[in-house]
């Protein structure tokens, strides 16, 4: 079960930050990791991020995009900065258990980015 929050409308240029809380503690995790989907596209990876800290990222959000987890938090963000229309898109949380076949999905939340 994970828990999705920060998605919104904001103007080009501008800036969100997603939240990702899951009910069992990140460590539990080989990483954590942000995707979406755009109407009519399918769901695609935005950033990653591994329980050793290394993130990986889409190349159409690196420089723009930041993923990190707080463990005594126990919260994963996805700061996203410079926003681009073509950021719109329902964003959904990712864990991939350590200990499990499958992965867990947040419900998405939903960012429009206008121009």
């Known amino acids: 079960h994970l828990v999705e929050s920060g998605g919104g409308m904001v103007q080009a240029g501008g800036s969100l930050r997603l939240s990702c809380t899951p009910s069992?503690?990140?460590?539990?995790?080989?990483?954590m990791g942000w995707y979406r989907q755009a109407p009519g596209k399918q769901r695609e990876l935005v950033a990653v991020i591994t329980r050793g800290g290394v993130s990986n990222y889409a190349d159409s959000v690196k420089g723009r995009f930041t993923i990190s987890a707080d463990n005594a938090k126990n919260t994963v963000y996805l700061q996203m900065n410079n926003l681009k229309p073509e950021d719109t898109a329902v964003y959904y949380c990712?864990?991939?258990?350590?200990?499990?076949?499958?992965?867990?999905w947040g419900q998405g939340t939903r960012v429009i980015v206008s121009s």
């Open positions: 069992e503690v990140i460590s539990k995790t080989n990483s």
């Open positions: 990712n864990a991939d258990w350590i200990d499990r076949i499958f992965s867990s």
